[in-house]
């Protein structure tokens, strides 16, 4: 017997925002008022799969009369998030310590990117504490081949235990995919030696598989003492102070943000090596994991952007952000 999930893939794509088919046809049915031989077309399914659904939804306790209030009101933080910020899929979990965010925000963030992946993609992985948990999480749910991973900004001296190599070399190797490691420091000395290190020929080849990625896995961070980008070491504490003085708030894979989405340039920005932010706008699957109240300008600056299509975060954020 196919699980509810199975069911949806073989018919119509289950969208981000629901764990699994059921919850899917449960809200269409209660909350969207369609009916049942409606959610059978959308779905791809029998009308008889939709009434077991939403039998199976009451059995589990996703509905009563009216969906469970604790699924509910994270679908509908979800879709809120997806309505405001012209997201394509929004993945809410529930509350929980502050202190296992990134483990949990992790976890959701490979469930999504698993139920993504297709034979032959490209996955570009940037780094932090979210990513390395989802790449140390994932597992694919059916087998795929022919898979690349390949790190999308240059290595850094900073803390080893959430670097782009680390990042990059766990996740391809839970998925069994061909590893690409991006040979060159994520900042250089000068924009000169920079161009000259580009133009090297195995350069160049990882540079157009950055350039080539199907979907790509990163987080958001703020700018704080305790935030990532300043354990990382792409960035001295002057630097990263510059940043802030020049209206900085955010940084996402090794560039510096507005509280616009604005690239804030300059000299150490320019002999970053890595994907650029217009660059990172052209992935067509960009997947950002970011949770926690202190992240909220920051969040909102990068989804405001467009620069991710779908976002994982928890449902106090979720909140946080609607309430801005």
């Known amino acids: 017997m196919k699980s509810a999930r199975s069911v949806a893939e073989a018919g119509s794509s289950l969208p981000t925002e629901f764990d699994d088919a059921v919850m899917w046809a449960a809200w269409l049915y209660y909350a969207d008022q369609m009916t049942q031989s409606e959610i059978a077309k959308r779905l791809g399914v029998s009308r008889a799969t939709i009434v077991n659904h939403l039998q199976e939804a009451r059995e589990r306790g996703i509905v009563s009369v009216n969906i469970n209030p604790q699924a509910g009101g994270r679908t509908s933080v979800a879709r809120a998030l997806m309505q405001r910020f012209g997201l394509s899929g929004v993945f809410v979990i529930p509350n929980g310590e502050e202190e296992s965010v ?4 992790g976890d959701a963030g490979a469930r999504v990117l698993a139920d993504q992946i297709e034979d032959g993609d490209i996955i570009g992985v940037a780094w932090g504490r979210t990513v390395l948990a989802a790449a140390d999480q994932i597992s694919l749910t059916r087998p795929l081949s022919n898979l690349t991973v390949v790190q999308v900004s240059g290595s850094s001296t900073g803390e080893p235990d959430f670097s782009p190599e680390l990042c990059t070399s766990l996740l391809s190797n839970r998925i069994h995919a061909r590893c690409v490691n ?10 000169e030696l920079k161009a000259a290190l580009l133009a090297e020929p195995v350069l160049k080849k990882q540079m157009d598989l950055v350039h080539s990625t199907h979907r790509i896995l990163f987080g958001v961070g703020d700018l704080g003492p305790r935030s990532t980008v300043r354990a990382s070491g792409i960035a001295s504490r002057e630097e990263v102070d510059d940043y802030i003085a020049r209206g ?10 507005d509280a616009h989405g604005a690239a804030v340039g300059g000299d150490h920005d320019e002999r970053m090596v890595g994907i650029t932010l217009d660059e990172l706008k052209q992935v067509p699957s960009r997947i950002c994991l970011a949770g926690g109240r202190a992240k909220v300008p920051a969040i909102i600056a990068t989804l405001g952007a467009g620069y991710a299509t779908h976002f994982v975060t928890d449902i106090a954020t979720g909140e946080a952000l609607l309430a801005v």
Do not use: C, E
């Open 182 to 191: 991006l040979l060159a420091p994520a900042v250089l000395s000068t924009r």
């Open 248 to 257: 900085a708030v955010a940084v996402i894979i090794g560039r510096f943000i």
């Open 102 to 105: 990134s483990q949990r925000l």
